[in-house]
Antibody, heavy 122, light 107 residues
Framework: QVQLVESGGAVVQPGGSLRLSCAAS????????MHWVRQTPGKGLEWVAL????????FYGDSVKGRFTISRDNSKNTVFLQMNSLRDDDTAVYYC???????????????WGRGTLVTVSA | DIQMTQSPSTLSASVGGSVTITCRAS??????LAWYQQKPGNAPELLIY???TLQIGVPSRFIGRGSGTEFTLTINNLQPVDFATYYC?????????FGQGTKVDVK
């Protein structure tokens, strides 16, 4: 069965950096685009970033553009989110999710991890 | 970015009843519209994609309709497991956006 397991969440000071990982299993990882989506405590969902199956294209939400970088290692079935210049409003649970369609077709997310909490606080 | 506006924010209903949630897009998203269900402490789960196609395992009491800029999610014969928060999402452009959510609670 499909499993996505995020890790790397922590408490970090404003201006700091953090790298999140998402280990995938149960499907052919190299065939699917992957997303990061975040949810602030008690609030709604915000799409953060998308990477194509082969890593050739990456897309970002406006609020993280220039600060966050999505990447993947298809040999290790893992997607990453490097977060730099963190701000208080980056505090959230970060989910990775699998794009439902394969390769280069943007679609809904059919599987989600349980999330990892990032807290930005002095 | 395309803005997605859900209404209402909260909906109270009884077991066995029906509810309809509306999601409006600030510009056309064609049929690139999904609905998710989220329960407290859990990740969102995909219910419906491409406006009206049920994800595997989702019961037929969930009905998605619409096109362009206006979409609805109807839940018929509400069951206790259906009390949750529902989000719409457009994925028409390479900057997917979610609605703000609709909480369905017990009347």
């Amino acid at each position: 069965q499909v499993q996505l397991v995020e890790s790397g969440g922590a408490v970090v000071q404003p201006g700091g950096s953090l790298r999140l990982s998402c280990a995938a299993s149960g499907f052919t990882f190299s065939m699917y685009a992957m997303h990061w989506v975040r949810q602030t405590p008690g609030k709604g969902l915000e799409w953060v970033a998308l990477i194509w199956s082969d890593g050739t294209e990456k897309f970002y939400g406006d609020s993280v553009k220039g600060r966050f970088t999505i990447s993947r290692d298809n040999s290790k079935n893992t997607v990453f989110l490097q977060m730099n210049s963190l701000r208080d409003d980056d505090t959230a649970v970060y989910y990775c999710s699998k794009n439902q369609q394969n390769y280069y077709d943007l679609s809904a997310s059919d599987y989600w991890g349980r999330g990892t909490l990032v807290t930005v606080s002095a | 970015d395309i803005q997605m506006t859900q209404s209402p924010s909260t909906l109270s209903a009884s077991v066995g009843g029906s509810v309809t949630i509306t999601c409006r897009a600030s510009q056309s998203v064609g049929t690139s519209l999904a609905w998710y269900q989220q329960k407290p402490g859990n990740a969102p789960e995909l219910l419906i994609y491409q406006v009206s196609t049920l994800q595997i395992g989702v019961p037929s009491r969930f009905i998605g309709r619409g096109s362009g800029t206006e979409f609805t999610l109807t839940i018929n014969n509400l069951q206790p497991v259906d009390f949750a928060t529902y989000y719409c999402q457009q994925y028409n452009r390479f900057s997917p956006t979610f609605g703000q959510g609709t909480k369905v609670d017990v009347k």
